[in-house]
């Protein structure tokens, strides 16, 4: 059981990718990329309307090993700039945001912003629940009456970061 992902566009999931994504060289207007975590080498592509964001440098010159395709949006959001052409790695991966616990054991992974893996149909139930009724919430009190509700129902959360 499970649900979506949603991305936060925090990106601690890209800060540490950058020692293992290597620019080899520009052709035209793609990149050939190699991921050595993988060993795979891909065409990255500017997602349209990237180029600017791509140029500015200055979140590589703060974030040293930030993945080299990643850049600051806004305040709030750092982006991806090649989304669409990311290597299948980065396609498969799903940030864990926290977990829920119960007598020491994993009860479930929250990943991205509110979303729930898990294989316990109660936590499922009451995680539904939850979204429905502070599904609009800012962060931090979705983590406040998500905490005090789970407990209440026998669970611990612990939030990561």
Known sequence: MGSEFTCTFCGRCCNGFGRYIT?????????????????????????????????????????????????????????CTIYRSRPRFCRDYICCTGKVMREDALCGEMKGRRDLKTDDPALQDDWIGLKERYGGVPDL??????????AASGYEVVFYG
């Open 23 to 79: 620019i080899n060289q520009k052709i035209g207007g793609a990149y050939s990329v190699t991921l050595s975590l993988t060993k795979e080498s891909f065409m990255a592509v500017l997602d349209p309307g990237r180029s600017t964001l791509f140029a500015d440098t200055s979140y590589q010159n703060e974030h040293p090993h930030a993945c080299p395709f990643l850049r600051r949006e806004d305040e709030d959001r750092v982006i």
């Open 141 to 150: 009190e979705w983590k406040k009456e998500v905490s005090k509700a789970l």
